[in-house]
């Protein structure tokens, strides 16, 4: 068997057990365990397994993840998504669309406090969906807005996804988090202007405008000092040098904490709740390192990341098509894999082959803008069809919502609506993916005051 055949086997198996729901750290696994033992026999794989998993699990970069994951259900638990979300409707309710763009703008600013797209969408879909369709919006227009605004969990920093690129290729965290800044508020205006559009173009799918008064934006405005202090905190004392971004972590989870309970929302059941989340959350993306770090080896054995290297140099193509071919891959590949698996799955493959691309800039800001690509790229499959993880989990959360006492003031939305419903917002990732693309000093903006 040729390395070719043997690389496109060790996929198939990958993607034959996945077609089967088996987790997919379970199918990274298996499937680097049949193309390493093929290789190398069984002696090497023990030993391999022997030394990846304590050198992998020992490493003190990735108590970034349960960290920021904590910081993110303290939040939820803790009653800080009402706040936000509180704040995000007064503020834009007066516009014919506002109580969207709220939850687009609460999801931005959960996101910034979460790390995740899954958990933003569904913690802000639990607080702002009934109240979406009770002051008239369409299942379409609310499910689709959830669902993308949900994607801003992980383009606005803290993005464990982001945290997990940094791993990866090496590169250095608070640069990452910088870089993602400016893409990630491009993102948020792109989404508050495609629903101001959608609105008007095609009308009945929201109010012509949601009455606020002055005294509820006060009220809110005092719910998110908590929430703004953390921010500071957090993102002030990492860019001011005060600490690293783990212990930057550290402390937004303690700060996240102690906000749940001054606002006297957080009990004793909550809190080991929060816990027991963040070990599901953090065990799977722990095992999902092992599996891809397995199936990693066992294709750099093959040697065909190498040569697949080769190949496309060999094409003579520009190196901004290079990394559009690339982008186009990962939307294609989501809709079969979530993001972390995505990530780890193929960054080991392709980011020594952007190295080895000169786009006209220190090998540090490539590394960070191609992280920058791979995100965006990676928000645009967790909406895009067939699969659309966000447009799965928001759909599934809002089934029978709509039913009262006896009565249904709403009803049940279409998975095929939502699909609908995220076609505006994937136009506006489409165009931001382009511009990031094309200018690439985007990204970099606040990252070359961080020298």
Same mark, same amino acid.
């Given at each position: ?29 298996? *499937? ?10 069984? &002696? ?63 999801? *931005? ?39 993308? &605004? ?41 989404? !508050? ?12 799918? *929201? ?39 783990? @212990? ?16 006297? @929302? ?10 027991? *989340? ?42 901004? !098509? ?11 590949? $989501? ?20 190295? $080895? ?6 090998? @540090? ?87």
């Amino acid at each position: 068997m040729s390395a070719i055949q043997l690389a496109l086997t060790i996929f198939g198996i990958m993607l034959l057990l996945m077609a089967v729901r088996v987790p997919i750290a379970v199918c990274m696994f298996v *499937a680097g365990t049949v193309g390493y033992v093929a290789q190398a026999g069984w &002696g090497p794989l023990s030993s391999f397994l022997n030394t990846q998993a304590f050198a992998r699990f020992a490493s003190y970069d990735l108590s970034v993840i349960p960290l920021f994951i904590l910081m993110g259900h303290f939040a939820t638990q803790g009653g800080i998504s009402k706040a936000l979300f509180g704040f995000a409707a007064s503020v834009m309710g007066r516009f014919k669309g506002g109580l969207a763009m709220g939850a687009v703008l609460a999801c *931005a600013a959960f996101g910034a406090i979460c790390g995740s797209s899954v958990a933003t969408a569904a913690t802000i879909t639990n607080v702002a969906y009934d109240e979406m369709r009770k002051h008239g919006y369409s299942g379409r227009l609310t499910t689709g807005t959830l669902a993308a &605004g949900g994607t801003l969990g992980i383009l606005i920093p803290p993005s464990v996804p982001l945290v997990i690129y940094a791993i990866l290729t090496e590169q250095n965290i608070a640069k990452l988090f910088a870089a993602a800044m400016v893409p990630g508020i491009i993102a948020m205006l792109g989404y !508050m202007i495609a629903i101001g559009i959608y609105v008007r173009l095609v009308p009945g799918h *929201a109010p012509e405008h949601d009455q606020v008064s002055k005294l509820n934006i006060l009220e809110s405005i005092k719910g998110i000092g908590p929430i703004a202090a953390i921010f500071l905190i957090v993102f002030g004392g990492i860019y001011g040098g005060f600490f690293t971004p783990t @212990e930057g972590a550290a402390v937004g989870a303690f700060s996240t904490f102690v906000a749940a309970l001054l606002k006297r @929302e957080m009990t004793w059941d909550k809190f080991k709740k929060c816990f027991y *989340a963040t070990a599901e959350s953090s065990a799977m993306i722990f095992l999902i390192f092992l599996g891809a770090d397995l199936m990693n080896a066992s294709l750099a054995l093959t040697q065909v990341p190498s040569q697949l290297a080769q190949l496309v140099g060999s094409w003579g193509l520009s190196p901004v !098509m290079v990394v559009a071919a690339i982008m186009l891959f990962y939307v294609v590949l $989501g809709a079969v894999m979530d993001e972390l698996s995505m990530i780890l799955l193929t960054i080991p493959i392709f980011f020594p082959m952007i190295m $080895g691309l000169d786009f006209g800039m220190s090998k @540090e800001y490539t590394a960070i803008w191609f992280g920058i690509m791979v995100l965006m790229t990676v928000g645009f499959g967790m909406l895009a069809p067939p699969v659309g993880l966000n447009v799965y989990v928001v759909n599934s959360m809002t089934k029978g919502r709509g039913k009262g006492k006896g009565q249904a003031s709403y009803d049940d939305v279409p998975i095929s609506e939502s699909y609908k419903g995220v076609m505006p917002f994937l136009i506006t990732d489409t165009i931001r993916t382009i511009v990031l693309l094309l200018f690439p000093a985007i990204s970099l903006y606040f990252v070359q005051y961080l020298q």
